[in-house]
């Protein structure tokens, strides 16, 4: 049986671990965590209504349940043309017949950057965010600014959900707490409008949301710096902030940028809908998995790390990056089986999103026909801490996947 080397233990990585098992392929994954991180619920730490613990799935409780190898392990090198992976302990891995890169995406580099902190950035950023709220709120008053950045070269590559998400829930905790009124909540971003790509009857909505819930906004200035209680913008006026939660758009992972991987722009890993690596040169040396052209064809790019195409609206989530993984264990399999009956992604391409607020939420979805976000008062809350357990169970295999899902 083939052997399938993943790098990467997110929602694109773990997902195509489970698939490919599924179909008896060998399969080693390789995470520089030794858990796999629940991204969409982690709103709810910072919050203090879960703990870190309940937005981690160990690894090798997800390996046990399904029979992958599993390396934790960074990797620090990519070499296409000599078919190798290097990591940080030192070993290269080289018996693979499938590479699928799920690694996810590195951050564009703000000045000043030290200064804040993410929700989606480096998992253990959740609970410096939470003693950062608690601080406050022992303080009994502060000034709280939230915000996403862009990313010129790639537009695809914007998280701004979780912000929104997190602003809201830090809303509630301080209503709840009866200080709100002591507190100014501001949500701030280079784009003059942020969050369209949800559409036009959501941005609507969501400024008539932040209006009744007394949230201000600063929309359309480019952040030239962060300092420890501003943020400096181009035309060098500031916004004061006691605490700033700020998501900086995705960019080329910096191992992937110095590898020898076809890139785009912004360095993300150029593909076909197949999720096939595209190679534009004959730098590569024949092999037995190479195309006409002398171009490996037995590596994938899957997830964030991946160059998406489609339209203007598309944003890099974890229900693409498992459609994605999905297609590859399936594309994978139609070639060993000499078939023809390939998978794309960009079919599958729209944004779906249950923004939670903490008395509630919002679903947000968008296609290439329609827009719309529906209001989910107080239910809304425990929908998406409902999928937060199906997420948990269904990828350890206690319980059945929805289809389609």
Known sequence: MKKILILGGGFAGVDAAIHLRKLNYIVTLVSERDYFYIYPTSIWVPTREREFSDVCINLKELQEAHGFELRVDSVEKISAKESSITLKSGAVLKEYDYLILAMGASKMKHKGLEH????????????????????????????????????????????????????????????????RHNFDLTFFA????????????????????????????????????FEIEAIVFEDDTKLASDFTMFIPAGDGHDVIKNSDLPLNAAGFVKIDDSCNVIFENADISQSEATNALGMPTNI???????????????????????????????NIHEKENNGSNF??????????????????????????????????????????????????????????RIPGM
Request: charged share 25%; aromatic share 10%.
């Open 116 to 179: 804040t902190l993410s929700i989606c950035g480096v998992p253990e950023q959740s609970l410096l965010i939470r003693d950062k709220l608690d601080a406050l709120i022992a303080k009994g008053s502060g000034k709280i600014c939230f915000g996403f950045g862009g990313n010129p070269h790639d537009t695809s590559a914007v998280r701004g959900g979780p912000g929104f998400e997190l602003l809201f829930n830090v809303h509630n905790l301080l209503k709840k707490k009866g200080i």
């Open 190 to 225: 280079p784009m003059a409008e942020p969050g369209k790509r949800m559409g036009p009857k959501a941005m609507l909505l969501m400024k008539e949301y932040f209006s009744r819930l007394n949230i201000k906004t600063h929309y359309g200035k480019k952040i030239k710096d």
């Open 300 to 330: 994938y790019a899957i997830g964030d790390n991946a160059a998406i195409e489609g339209y203007d609206w598309i944003a890099k989530q974890g229900h693409v990056a498992e459609v994605m993984a999905k297609n590859v264990a399936h």
């Open 343 to 400: 998978k794309g992604y960009k079919e599958h391409l729209n944004i779906v999103c249950v923004m939670d607020s903490g008395d509630g939420a919002a679903f947000v979805y968008r296609d290439d026909n329609k827009a719309f976000m529906l209001p989910l008062p107080i239910i809304g809350h425990w929908l998406k801490k409902g999928w937060g357990v199906y997420c948990r169970y269904s990828k350890l295999g206690k319980i059945p």
